[in-house]
């Protein structure tokens, strides 16, 4: 399991726009470097990420998914650092869940959720 | 050190440390070893560790030496926890240090006055102004003479070790001042000491007292 930092304010005002921070603890490593023996290490990359929405469900509302409405989404490449840093910015509307993933080489899928009020 | 740097370290976060602070916050309270004992169950909070980190390397009376904090740790292991010592650089030991060095965060470093550590000060001064390797530098050539000027693009900085463990963006990753000695010994073609050699403590109780008062910034982040 990857450690992860996420940084996202617990409360936030309607139509505020708050910054979203992740970290994550990753070697990132590459597939072109070779460990002190000359043997070449295996790439071990995160290809991807993703921050979905999920609202709180209204109790008398139906029409709610359960998957969320993508935020933000990155694809990872070689030659991005190692523990790779991510910011971005959201307009709060309603309180619920942001689920974050990274997925990536050697089955990484790795799912963290943090919940937003709104004030 | 460069604005963007400083940003990095003074900001939890985005300081890429943290995540090894969070591992070692978690080591301390997980029990370990045959005694299945944790660091909580002697010493309590992590919080108790505060100003800890400002006085290593100091004298052990038990061990009858100078030691550093990551001794100190794998002393702990051994003795209390009954566990098997964890090699030099290891990601949970440097977790563990970084996390406990983050109590000490802006206090200031203060070696404890002891014979035996004053000795090792002195012989680490010696070998800080000892010219070594094939490129014959000594630590104080660079990180007195020459501070301030370039190597590389980069500032020489005054080499006072306040941030250790650090992260350090060529290594991707956390490491000890140790290391970071090794790599400059590696530098001026030296053939570095080993880890937990007595020269590397020494060196290690000398930069301490050259630093003493200055405030501790474990985590640190470096180029």
């Given at each position: 399991m990857a450690r992860t930092l996420i940084t996202v304010p617990r409360t936030a005002k309607r139509d505020e726009i708050i910054e979203i921070r992740a970290l994550v603890q990753h070697s990132m490593e590459t597939g072109?470097?070779?460990?002190?023996?000359?043997?070449?290490?295996?790439?071990?990359l995160i290809r991807r990420f993703t921050c979905r929405f999920v609202p709180r469900v209204a109790a008398n509302?139906?029409?709610?998914?359960?998957?969320?409405?993508?935020?933000?989404?990155?694809?990872?490449?070689?030659?991005?650092a190692a523990n790779p840093y991510l910011s971005f910015n959201l307009r709060a509307t309603t309180s619920g869940t942001l689920v974050f993933s990274w997925e990536g080489d050697n089955g990484l899928a790795q799912t963290e959720t943090v919940s937003l009020l709104i004030a | 050190m460069q604005p963007s740097t400083q940003a990095l370290q003074k900001d939890d976060t985005q300081n890429p440390a943290m995540l090894w602070v969070k591992d070692g916050e978690a080591l301390w309270n997980k029990p370990e070893g045959a005694a299945a004992k944790s660091c909580a169950s002697c010493h309590g909070e992590i919080s108790r560790m505060k100003s800890v980190a400002t006085r290593y390397p100091a004298y052990s009376s038990t061990q009858r030496k100078v030691i550093n904090l990551s001794q100190q740790v794998n002393l702990c292991r051994v003795t209390q926890q009954q566990a098997s010592q964890w090699p030099a650089?290891?990601?949970?030991?440097?977790g563990l240090e970084a996390a406990i060095a983050k109590e000490s965060r802006g206090l200031p470093i203060s070696p404890p006055?002891?014979?035996?550590?004053?000795?090792?000060?002195?012989?680490?001064?010696?070998l800080f102004n000892q010219r070594v390797g094939q490129v014959d530098l000594s630590c104080r050539d660079c990180h007195e003479?020459?501070?301030?000027?370039?190597?590389?693009?980069?500032?020489?900085?005054?080499?006072?070790?306040?941030?250790?463990p650090i992260y350090r963006l060529e290594w991707q990753?956390?490491?000890?001042?140790?290391?970071?000695?090794?790599?400059c010994m590696t530098a001026v073609r030296a053939e570095p000491y080993t880890h937990g050699a007595k020269e590397?403590?020494?060196?290690?109780?000398?930069?301490?007292?050259?630093?003493?008062?200055?405030?501790?910034?474990?985590?640190?982040?470096?180029?």
């Open positions: 072109y470097r070779r460990s002190s023996d000359g043997d070449l290490l295996p790439r071990d509302s139906n029409a709610a998914s359960t998957a969320g409405d993508l935020i933000f989404a990155a694809t990872f490449h070689a030659a991005i | 650089d290891h990601e949970s030991l440097l006055t002891q014979r035996q550590l004053a000795d090792a000060q002195k012989h680490g001064e010696a003479t020459l501070a301030g000027k370039k190597l590389g693009g980069n500032v020489i900085p005054q080499g006072h070790a306040t941030g250790y990753s956390v490491g000890s001042l140790q290391r970071r000695l090794r790599g590397l403590i020494d060196l290690e109780a000398y930069l301490a007292k050259r630093a003493a008062g200055m405030k501790l910034e474990s985590p640190g982040v470096r180029p």
